[in-house]
């Protein structure tokens, strides 16, 4: 599979990443950007809304109903330029995008997702992807496979989230045993196309949660795509392996006493924070993230 990339160099200079810049601006708006980058790239793109949130869909030329998605979350956190969460996720899928609607009856749906970021006491209801998630059960999208990507734009290692199972291991009955087989088939897709891409540089391992945690609410499972600088990753592997209370951290967005704060990836230090920005990015991983998305996409 040859697919056109810009080398990391001209990354800024090229379509999309020629608006990234804008889109991490603070005193832009994140939708206006993103809606006039998507009319400027000419592409067949649909508007829905559901409550208050407004999500984009991008279709692949294929009339049959998309037999998977690739989801991003497009805002951000008031005073966050949030670069890597999660302008980088956008921007790939957005690159990938252009080269997938070359490609004629593929049957792929790209979703940016509104309103992922929650602010202090709202459930996860309030979450933009668990209304979304409910509305996509009425119109039979979500028997497709589901994948979040987000902060996928620092360090080298791709990391295949295990959240959700953590959360859901040891429920039983038939929702939670459809659940369970779904995120085993999702982590072997992943992984098939992880191990063409990245070879042997990619991890399974607990993740802070993403909009997996609304779409799960909702009763849809999801796999969730990260990446971290190696060694942030194998650290943080290695430590969850020994303590439990690591992932058990995550899930519920806390961190305890036994729970040392140290052993957390600095890149998830850096999100939600004044410093996400476009210096903490590896512009170099960003072509064979593109890849990935388009082998994740086209895969069978």
Request: aromatic content about 10%; some cysteine.
């Amino acid at each position: 599979m040859k697919v056109a990339v810009p080398p990391c160099g001209a990354l800024f200079a090229k379509a999309p990443f020629h608006r990234f810049k804008d889109f991490i601006d603070l005193s832009k708006s994140r939708f206006d950007v993103l809606n006039a980058l998507l009319d400027e790239l000419d592409f067949h793109y649909s508007l829905v809304q559901f409550g208050e949130n407004r999500h984009f869909f991008l279709s692949g030329q294929s009339k049959e109903k998309p037999s998977i998605v690739l989801a991003a979350h497009y805002d951000s956190v008031p005073g966050s330029p949030g670069a890597n969460d999660n302008a980088s996720s956008v921007f790939l899928l957005i690159a990938a995008a252009l080269e997938l609607k070359k490609m004629p009856n593929q049957s792929w749906l790209i979703i940016f997702t509104d309103k992922e970021e929650l602010t202090s006491g709202e459930s996860l209801c309030a979450q933009g992807s668990y209304l979304l998630a409910r509305g996509l059960k009425n119109i039979d999208i979500a028997e497709a496979d589901f994948f979040v990507f987000d902060a996928c734009g620092r360090g080298d290692t791709l990391i295949i989230s295990t959240a959700t199972d953590n959360l859901i291991r040891g429920e039983t009955g038939i929702g939670a045993a459809q659940l369970q087989e779904t995120l085993r088939r999702l982590h072997t897709k992943a992984q098939a196309a992880a191990d063409r891409i990245f070879g042997t540089k990619h991890f399974s391992m607990p993740t802070p949660f993403s909009d997996n945690a609304g779409f799960l609410r909702a009763g849809l499972a999801a796999g969730t795509i990260t990446l971290l600088p190696e060694k942030e990753a194998l650290d943080f592997a290695r430590m969850s392996r020994v303590n439990s209370d690591y992932a058990e951290a995550l899930v519920n967005s806390k961190f305890s006493a036994s729970v040392d704060a140290a052993h957390i990836p600095r890149t998830w230090h850096l999100i939600n924070s004044p410093d996400d920005t476009i210096e903490h990015l590896n512009l170099e991983i960003f072509p064979k993230m593109i890849k990935f998305a388009i082998r994740l996409a086209t895969q069978r």
